[in-house]
């Protein structure tokens, strides 16, 4: 006696396996992410993008804060002439920050974070820095040009 396979009972079983298998891979366990290893991988801090765009004379921010972490500033040259960008960390006002002969800020008294060197207008440039928590003065240190206005606060907020 051939015993037959009955082929209707076949199609929902499949859908059965399909959608435990599906629901398998995509719940969350809640758990730290594994390396190949075995070992629990540390999770990454964030990394946040800030467009930053010199003008002649200001600096625009598209964002007044990010989480303290690696930031990468994507800045563009929207000026005239070259402009440079520094990133400080300071509590002090944008606009207070010590100065050589009223001219540029004096980088030896502030804590500089990361820096570009003079870029030509209309030239595009990235600089990534990792920020500890609390506030930065974003800047152009070309001479006369912090004093002519090209500075903007910026904070790095504390994440948990």
Request: proline letters at 7%; one cysteine or more; charged letters at 15%.
């Amino acid at each position: 006696m051939t015993r037959r396979i009955k082929w209707h009972v076949i199609p929902p079983i499949g859908m059965v396996l399909v959608a435990t298998a599906m629901l398998t891979a995509c719940s969350s366990s809640g758990t730290t992410p594994k390396t190949d290893g075995g070992v629990s991988a540390t999770p990454t801090a964030p990394h946040s993008t800030v467009t930053i765009t010199l003008k002649d004379f200001g600096v625009a921010a598209s964002l007044a804060s990010a989480p303290a972490g690696r930031v990468t500033f994507v800045v563009q040259n929207a000026g005239a002439i070259p402009h440079e960008f520094i990133v400080v960390k300071s509590d002090l006002a944008p606009d207070q920050l010590p100065q050589v002969n009223q001219k540029v800020v004096d980088v030896s008294k502030v804590q500089v974070v990361a820096e570009t060197e003079p870029f030509d207008s209309g030239k595009k440039q990235e600089l990534t820095a990792e920020l500890q928590p609390g506030r930065y003065v974003l800047l152009c240190n070309v001479e006369s040009h912090y004093i002519s206005g090209m500075h903007t606060a910026f904070t790095a907020v504390e994440t948990r």
